[in-house]
């Protein structure tokens, strides 16, 4: 069955860094659009960046860019996302998503909580 497995959350001072991991398994991991998504304490989901099939192309929300890189290895089938820079409003859930480069529907991680705290 399809599973996308986070990690690489935890508790980190602000200007901080980590690396989230997202291991996907079920599916054609290469045919598909990878993202991050976070969700804050209180607020809605939202995207932080979106990466093509193939790694060619990638995708930041607006006020993502500068300090998030995506990026994604198809012969580990693991996505990621490198936060630098952090600060407290990072405080989220990040949660890994992955729909087909063609076709409907896609899959959710559970997600990794991302703490940042002095």
């Known amino acids: 069955q399809v599973q996308l497995v986070e990690s690489g959350g935890g508790l980190v001072q602000p200007g901080g860094s980590l690396r989230l991991s997202c291991a996907a398994s079920g599916f054609t991991f290469s045919r598909y659009v990878m993202s991050w998504y976070r969700q804050a304490p209180g607020k809605e989901r939202e995207l932080v960046a979106a990466?093509?099939?193939?790694?060619?192309?990638?995708n930041y929300a607006d006020s993502m860019k500068g300090r998030f890189t995506i990026s994604r290895d198809n012969a580990k089938n693991t996505v990621y996302l490198q936060i630098d820079s952090l600060k407290p409003e990072d405080t989220a859930v990040y949660y890994c998503?992955?729909?087909?480069?063609?076709?409907?529907?896609?899959?959710w991680g559970k997600g990794t909580l991302v703490t940042v705290s002095s």
């Open positions: 998503n992955a729909r087909p480069t063609y076709g409907l529907g896609s899959y």
């Open positions: 990466i093509t099939s193939d790694g060619g192309s990638t």
